[in-house]
């Protein structure tokens, strides 16, 4: 069944599915969300990037305004909204039990298209996780509307998790942790109320690790880490010194962070993902746009085979990841957490590297369409510009290119090795 086209009909500025084309995968309720939350950022926010990134911050109230829009709750929940949740308002008419990684999608999708507003929620969606399926019913109930952030890396370990060095040591009396070291390029950071933080508890290696929410309290200092993509996601360099934290903070028990970090990475990936698919569309869109209209040697852009060459070259990619991307969404909704993890970890870490890859292709094709307008912050070619800026942060964060593609190719051989032991046993029956 068709529907009516919504939003853009510029070609590849809206998935398919938006142009009116049938899908397995939407109903209703999505469609409701995505209206809801398109009108919603259009309303509020489709003029406010320019002047935030001038500023160098989203004023804080935003994130309040959001809070009471009941949009944090949807953005913590990824896949499902827990009970403990499902009390918050629930946009757009939708159940809490109605809420599926479909939801997740279009509201990142739509978020992201929104402009700046995005960037100030990085650190829930990447710290919210975690909580929603470890913490106690006390600390998952203390979050919202506080803002959180997830602090992992490290001055002197980013990809190698297993070897990080920040302690929280019990005090005698069992009632505090005291931690003490450093935390680095940590999204949201500046601007955090809590840090989802790993830290080691115990002996060397992954069974050392645990996760502790830690408030900003005495001993915990934030300072700017200025990077290419502007300033809005307010990166930070964190430091800890002798901070008492209570132990009820603990997520879960001790020795169980790495664990809890490497499922939240699935989350994660597929996040960036979906911020990489918007990219692309908003990029192509304008590209497009001004394609139809720039007049060069006699001709508009887009009459030149090279011109839609390049924007064949950006559909076939962005349209293939698309599709990807559905696929390991619904998979994911149909398979428990831990399954999930375990049958498609590999499998998101090379979705995340395409994106990168994907992303990086697009911006370079989209940036030479448009011209010196490429590189220009302001006008027509404002987003594409901004697009090509944060395309790094698609291919280092939430696991280097070089890693993940490695871990992909070994998470495959394990489950190859797994699928044919079970093979065997079943031919010995
Ligand atoms: C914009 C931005 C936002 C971020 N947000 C957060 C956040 O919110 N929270 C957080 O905890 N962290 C965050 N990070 C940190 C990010 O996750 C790390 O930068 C990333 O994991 C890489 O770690 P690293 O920088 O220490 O690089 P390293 O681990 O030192 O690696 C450097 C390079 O070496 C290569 N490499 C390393 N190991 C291997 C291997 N085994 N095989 C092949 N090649 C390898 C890769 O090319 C890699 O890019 C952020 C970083 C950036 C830039």
């Not at 409701?32 to 919603?40: A, E, P």
């Not at 957490?337 to 979705?351: D, K």
């Not at 698609?394 to 992909?408: A, M």
């Amino acid at each position: 069944m068709t529907t009516a086209p919504y939003g853009s009909t510029i070609p590849w500025a809206e998935p398919s599915w938006y142009t009116g084309r049938p899908s397995p995968y939407y109903k209703d309720s999505h469609r409701r969300l995505r209206d809801h939350v398109r009108k919603w950022t259009e309303e509020h926010f489709s003029d406010k990037a320019a002047e935030w990134e001038e500023n160098g911050a989203v004023p804080q109230e935003i994130y309040q305004q959001c809070a009471e829009a009941g949009l944090l709750v949807h953005i913590a929940a990824g896949k499902a909204i827990p009970k403990e949740w499902s009390s918050y308002l629930v946009i757009a008419g939708i159940k809490a039990e109605e809420w599926d990684g479909f939801h997740d999608f279009i509201l990142w999708d739509e978020l992201v298209r929104g402009g700046g507003i995005a960037s100030i929620f990085i650190g829930l969606v990447v710290g919210a996780p975690p909580i929603r399926q470890f913490a106690s019913e006390a600390l998952k109930a203390e979050i919202f509307p506080q803002k959180i952030c997830l602090a992992i890396t490290e001055p002197s370990c980013g990809s190698d998790v297993r070897n990080l060095t920040t302690t929280a040591t019990l005090t005698p009396s069992g009632t505090h942790y005291l931690v003490n070291g450093a935390k680095k390029w940590i999204t949201n950071g500046l601007s955090a109320d809590y840090f989802l933080t790993a830290v080691r508890t115990g002996g060397p290696g992954a069974a050392g690790i645990s996760m502790l929410l830690i408030p900003r309290l005495p001993g915990v200092t934030t300072r700017p880490l200025a990077i290419g993509a502007g300033k809005l996601a307010a990166l930070a360099y964190v430091t800890f010194e002798d901070v008492e934290v209570p132990a009820s903070n603990l997520i879960r028990e001790e020795g169980a962070g790495f664990r809890q970090t490497m499922v939240n990475f699935n989350h994660e990936r597929l996040w960036i993902v979906f911020q990489a698919l918007r990219g692309c569309r908003v990029s192509m869109q304008d590209a497009m746009a001004w394609a139809q209209k720039r007049e060069v040697f006699g001709a508009r852009l887009v009459e030149q085979p090279v011109v839609r060459w390049k924007f064949g070259g950006m559909a076939r990619r962005v349209e293939g990841l698309q599709a990807w991307t559905e696929q390991v969404v619904y998979e994911l909704g149909e398979l428990s957490e831990g399954e999930g993890a375990r049958l498609l970890g590999g499998v998101t870490a090379l979705l995340k590297v395409e994106a990168g890859v994907v992303g990086r292709y697009v911006a370079d094709e989209c940036v030479k369409i448009m011209g010196g307008l490429g590189l220009t912050k302001t006008g027509q070619g404002a987003r594409v510009e901004a697009f090509s800026r944060t395309v790094p942060g698609l291919i280092v964060p939430g696991g280097s290119e070089d890693v993940l593609i490695d871990l992909g190719v070994r998470e495959a051989l394990k489950l190859q090795k797994i699928a044919d032991k079970a093979k065997l046993a079943k031919s010995n029956l």
